[in-house]
């Protein structure tokens, strides 16, 4: 059985100054630290999916770049 680190969790107030600056036009360092932080759990739902595991993992970037790019 695998054994999974436990995460550390990103403070709503890390997260948010993250995204507001993801979302500026020059963001895109803040959009990186975005991603690296879900990378490991990306991983993780890749191996579900019905792909090759980089096509999965690209699709989960794509998709979670769209999601944090929405404006309320």
Do not use: C, N
Request: net charge negative; hydrophobic share 35%; no cysteine.
């Amino acid at each position: 059985m695998e054994t999974q680190k436990p995460a550390v969790p990103l403070p709503d107030e890390q997260f948010i100054t993250l995204l507001e600056k993801a979302r500026s036009p020059h963001g895109q360092q803040y959009m990186l630290e975005l991603l690296s932080y879900y990378e490991p759990e990306m991983q993780q739902l890749s191996r579900y999916m019905p792909m090759d595991r980089e096509d999965a993992m690209q699709a989960l970037r794509l998709e979670l770049i769209e999601l944090l790019k929405e404006t309320p």
